[in-house]
């Protein structure tokens, strides 16, 4: 099977974020997934754009942004400048997806649409010829380590049906409770983008890159 591994920093050593780095950007076809809270849309705080900017200056890889804030129009341009490569929004967090994806492709990185599990999927039909990527998540964002919600799998499907039916070519990116239990459903189900949090850092590595090169293989 043919993926993005998308390891989030969420659960990473904020302490050795190079070194955190290095783990990602030895693995085949991988980007660095950038979870970034503000603590009104979600329950938590991460980090914001000085951060970025500080690892954009140690690292070449994917940078993909997920924005988790409300107001994302305020930030667009500034995780620009810090060097993201897509910027993903919520649905949820804007009544003008149009203009926020025309802000985003106007930077000239790649724009994504993220939406909440108990989202319904026809709510981002319209706009899914206009998109890079869809995150599909699969747990209530906020937090690492949250159990997959199986439901999430019938989302996949119908958002990839959908883009074979109209021969569109964003990518389906899916976020939550990405493991050895259901990495390969997922892909099954049409993803191309595994966001991993949890299990790629509070794993030992070799087993990670094992179980990711078994995949691969199937
Ligand atoms: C949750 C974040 C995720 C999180 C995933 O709000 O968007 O990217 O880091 O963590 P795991 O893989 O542990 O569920
Ligand atoms: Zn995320």
């Not at 070194?19 to 809270?37: F, Q, T």
Request: with cysteine; aromatic share 12%.
């Amino acid at each position: 099977m043919k993926f993005t591994i998308a390891p989030s920093i969420l659960s990473a050593d904020f302490s050795d974020l190079s070194g955190e780095l290095k783990k990602i950007n030895a693995i085949y076809d991988s980007w660095v997934h950038l979870d970034v809270m503000d603590g009104h849309f979600v329950p938590n705080l991460t980090f914001g754009p000085c951060v970025v900017k500080s690892i954009r200056n140690v690292s070449d890889i994917f940078f993909d942004v997920h924005l988790m804030v409300e107001y994302p129009e305020n930030l667009i341009g500034a995780f620009y400048n810090s060097g993201a490569n897509a910027i993903t929004f919520h649905i949820e967090s804007t009544h003008f997806p149009m203009r926020l994806i025309k802000m985003t492709k106007e930077f000239g990185v790649r724009v994504g649409v993220a939406l909440n599990p108990a989202t319904p999927v026809e709510q981002i039909f319209p706009i899914l010829e206009f998109l890079d990527i869809v995150l599909v998540m699969s747990v209530e964002p906020g937090f690492s380590g949250q159990k997959f919600i199986p439901f999430s799998l019938e989302k996949i499907r119908r958002i990839a049906d959908f883009r074979k039916k109209h021969g569109l070519n964003f990518l389906i990116s899916v976020d939550g409770g990405v493991n050895e239990e259901t990495a390969k459903n997922i892909l099954l189900a049409g993803a191309d983008v595994l966001v991993m949090g949890s299990y790629f850092f509070k794993n030992d590595y070799n087993r990670v890159v094992k179980f990711i090169e078994h995949l691969r293989e199937k």
